[in-house]
């Protein structure tokens, strides 16, 4: 198993190319199911997460090849409708297939995703969606098992919370339903949007992109002409780039970025005294003389993503005076407190507030990556402890950042891919 060994203090400089978002890629590439032709995606991120869906598609009998940054998948020889537990149980995400293929074979097998790391994480929304659409839902052996042998029928949905792959995967369903398809309480997240807007551009009708309410005209189960296209830049990816520059007391410029994604993140920047020049398709965070402390809230965008909330943590560990968090999306997105204790963070917790005291002294030492982001939260940590961090279980960073060292070590930190 790979680890990482990363010596601090140290500062950076320089730029780095923003990846494509995973996130957006993965209903991209989920929603190729829906073509009748093979598809070209470009921007494609280079992480294990895009490599474990493209080898369900490839286990279902689509056909793909990836290239750099781009690839091109063919799903007209899908020959298999089961989504097997080998595969579902190392990403949560393939439930994302559920919609696509539902809508297109008229029945499908999904493994239930079960629990992970940063909460329980049901699919329940996805269900009931999908039931009010006509699909006969069971769940059996581990399995959900969706029929809709007519195909499935536009519905009025209502979802209860927010869900993001929940309102991808209805999105995808309702794109090849019969009839309109309004979606009540639907995620706004700039991931979502692109989904809409690639299918608009595949002949799909769809009003209120970006919007709480879509509506979606479907195509009876008439496949979809999917013209070449690129991945939108990676928010999270940047927004973590940003908090590196921002612990080491760093200069950074991030380039192929979309501020306009990351508003209530640079927002928080700014309250903490870090200063930005921003241009079109780039970003270049200044140091703060002093970091003040900050008040975050984690929400469904437009608001402050969940998905910054641990790299915050460690750049408030910098922070004059105590900083407050609230983790409002998942019950057990905490895993990093004890592990940014390690390295000598003054944190405390009550249930899902958090109160982060600073300026720390961090000191290296062995650290335990529990998930994606908290793996780059203790990265950022690292950077501005004193001495030698090894951050281990570095299979969650790989999951999601394209080459996370290099681009770092092309700054200057001082890090190391070194083996167990
Ligand atoms: C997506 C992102 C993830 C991000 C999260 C929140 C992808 C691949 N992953 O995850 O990086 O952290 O959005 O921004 O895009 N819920 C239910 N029932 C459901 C579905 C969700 O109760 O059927 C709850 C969840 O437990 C959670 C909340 O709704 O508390 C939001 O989850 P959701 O938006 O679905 O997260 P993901 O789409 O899994």
């Not at 949905?157 to 369903?173: C, H, L, Q, S």
């Not at 004059?320 to 905490?334: A, H, K, P, Q």
């Amino acid at each position: 198993m790979d680890y990482l060994k990363i010596t601090g203090p140290t500062t950076i400089e320089g730029s780095v190319d923003i990846a494509g978002a995973k996130n957006a890629a993965l209903p991209l590439i989920a929603m190729t199911i829906l073509a009748k032709n093979s598809v070209n995606i470009g921007n494609i991120p280079e992480v294990v997460d895009i490599r474990t869906l493209l080898k369900l598609l490839g286990n279902l009998g689509a056909t793909y090849t990836l290239g750099e940054h781009q690839v091109t998948i063919d799903t007209t020889t899908l020959n298999d409708t089961k989504a097997t537990y080998s595969i579902v149980k190392t990403m949560r995400a393939s439930i994302l297939v559920l919609g696509p293929l539902l809508a297109r074979f008229g029945h499908c097998e999904v493994s239930l995703p079960g629990g992970c790391a940063i909460g329980q994480r049901p699919i329940d929304l996805h269900l009931k969606a999908l039931e009010k659409m006509g699909a006969k839902i069971t769940i059996h052996g581990g399995y959900v098992r969706a029929v809709a042998e007519k195909g499935l029928r536009g519905a009025h949905i209502i979802f209860d919370k927010i869900t993001v792959t929940g309102t991808a995967n209805i999105i995808m369903a309702a794109a090849l339903a019969r009839g309109k398809t309004t979606i009540t309480n639907a995620a706004r997240e700039p991931e979502v949007a692109q989904l809409c807007e690639v299918l608009r551009s595949s002949g799909i009708s769809i009003d209120g992109i970006g919007t709480a309410e879509l509506t979606i005209y479907g195509t009876d189960r008439r496949l979809i002409d999917i013209q070449p296209f690129d991945v939108i830049p990676d928010r999270i990816e940047a927004g973590t780039y940003l908090c590196a520059g921002a612990i080491t007391g760093s200069k950074i410029t991030l380039n192929k970025v979309r501020h306009d994604h990351l508003e209530a993140v640079i927002e928080k920047f700014m309250e903490m005294g870090f200063t930005f020049d921003i241009t079109r398709n780039s970003i270049t965070l200044y140091p703060a003389k002093s970091i003040k402390p900050v008040s975050i809230v984690t929400q469904e965008y437009p608001a402050f993503p969940t998905d910054m909330q641990a790299q915050f943590m460690a750049l408030a560990t910098q922070a004059v005076g105590t900083s407050t968090i609230e983790e409002r999306l998942f019950e057990n997105r905490f895993m990093h407190v004890s592990e940014l204790q390690r390295l000598g963070a003054d944190i405390r917790l009550s249930g899902s507030h958090a109160n982060i005291t600073g300026p720390s002294k961090l000191f290296g030492a062995d650290v335990m990556a529990t998930d994606l982001r908290a793996s780059s939260a203790l990265v950022l940590a690292a950077m501005s402890a004193d001495g030698e961090t090894d951050v281990h279980r570095i299979y969650h960073l790989d999951r999601g950042y394209e080459q996370l060292e290099v681009k770092l070590k092309s700054l200057g930190a001082k890090i190391e891919r070194l083996k167990e």
